[in-house]
T-cell receptor, first 117, second 117 residues
Framework: AQKITQTQPGMFVQEKEAVTLDCTYDTSDQSYGLFWYKQPSSGEMIFLIYQGSYDEQNATEGRYSLNFQKARKSANLVISASQLGDSAMYFC??????????????FGGGTRVLVKP | DTGVSQDPRHKITKRGQNVTFRCDPI?????LYWYRQTLGQGPEFLTY????????KSRLLSDRFSAERPKGSFSTLEIQRTEQGDSAMYLCASRATGAGQTNEKLFFGSGTQLSVL
């Protein structure tokens, strides 16, 4: 079974500063995918970034980067130059990539980020 | 690409009533997923479809829950004899599978918020 742990229930960050959101995972699979989603108060889950377990380089998408440390089973999200619109819940998730698993996602409990002006 | 749409956005019902939610995935997406999210938690997988076939159901999906995707396009999730513990956000997601897919990103709708009184 897969498990995602996000130990930071909430955090404040000053506008224009960088913030790191922690995520650790547990799996016995060799092949898996790691995701970060943002959920604003509107409720929609917005995809931010993806990292495959065999990807050698850390993923980046604009202001988002994923610090993937496979041996430590961590997949932290770094948001650079925070903006007021970044205030939201952030969820780390993982999937099993073999076909029979259906690519369904297992989510962590989330971290609420509030950006201060 | 009009995104994943869910209807209704909000539903208030009395305990014991039946409710039905609808999800319209992105048109070319063959996989459709249902998740449930309770307050302060991450989404939990309920079930998923590959075209019209329901391939997996979570043990969270009790006998009172049924999901269909009759023509491989839109899907419905019905809850019979609702209980207060069914109060949650019900999220639908979709994705395409097959050649050319570079990652496993799920596209989520804005969800249906169910309140059982």
């Amino acid at each position: 079974a897969q498990k995602i742990t996000q130990t930071q229930p909430g955090m404040f960050v000053q506008e224009k500063e960088a913030v790191t959101l922690d995520c650790t995972y547990d799996t016995s699979d060799q092949s898996y995918g790691l995701f970060w989603y943002k959920q604003p108060s509107s409720g929609e889950m917005i995809f931010l970034i993806y990292q495959g377990s065999y990807d050698e380089q850390n993923a980046t998408e604009g202001r988002y980067s994923l610090n993937f440390q496979k041996a430590r089973k961590s997949a932290n999200l770094v948001i650079s130059a925070s903006q007021l619109g970044d205030s939201a819940m952030y969820f780390c998730a993982m999937s099993q990539t073999f076909k029979a698993a259906g690519n369904k996602l297992t989510f962590g409990g989330g971290t609420r980020v509030l950006v201060k002006p | 690409d009009t995104g994943v749409s869910q209807d209704p956005r909000h539903k208030i019902t009395k305990r014991g009533q039946n409710v039905t939610f609808r999800c319209d995935p992105i048109s070319e997406h063959n996989r459709l997923y249902w998740y449930r999210q309770t307050l302060g938690q991450g989404p939990e997988f309920l079930t998923y479809f590959q075209n019209e076939a329901q391939l997996e159901k979570s043990r969270l999906l009790s006998d009172r829950f049924s999901a269909e995707r009759p023509k491989g396009s839109f899907s419905t999730l019905e809850i019979q004899r609702t209980e207060q513990g069914d109060s949650a956000m019900y999220l639908c997601a979709s994705r395409a599978t097959g050649a050319g897919q570079t990652n496993e990103k799920l596209f989520f709708g804005s969800g249906t918020q169910l309140s059982v009184l």
